[in-house]
């Protein structure tokens, strides 16, 4: 997936996508390697194409996760490898 901002432009390969939060206007996509790459924008501009990718899912009006680095889920949260912790909405938990 490339990644434009104002004044560049990067790769950040799917698979090493953990998940992907919003607040604000702020996207901030958190890596396997527990790096945090900040990028101006809407949830909008990248759900499409994340959840077309087998999956990834939108577990929360903010929030993205690869489920590939899921290891734990019950009716309120995600665990995630890296042992964060993604709200999941009611609306959501069935999916």
């Keep these: 997936m490339h990644i434009k901002t104002q004044s ?3 790769s ?3 698979g090493k996508i953990e998940y992907m ?4 206007i702020r996207l901030y996509f958190h890596m396997t390697d527990g790096s945090v790459r900040e990028v101006p924008g809407s949830l909008v501009e990248y759900e499409p194409a ?3 990718r087998p ?3 939108k577990v929360h ?3 993205l996760v ?3 680095w899921m290891i734990e889920l019950n009716k ?3 665990v995630t490898a890296s042992g964060h912790r993604v709200p999941v909405s009611r609306r959501n938990t069935p999916e």
Excluded at 21 to 24: A, D, L, P
């Design 8 to 10: 560049r432009v990067f």
């Design 21 to 24: 939060e919003v607040m604000s």
């Design 61 to 63: 009006r903010c929030y």
């Design 76 to 78: 309120s949260e995600l």
């Design 55 to 57: 999956g990834f899912i």
């Design 12 to 14: 950040v390969p799917y």
């Design 66 to 68: 690869n489920l590939q």
């Design 50 to 52: 994340l959840l077309k």
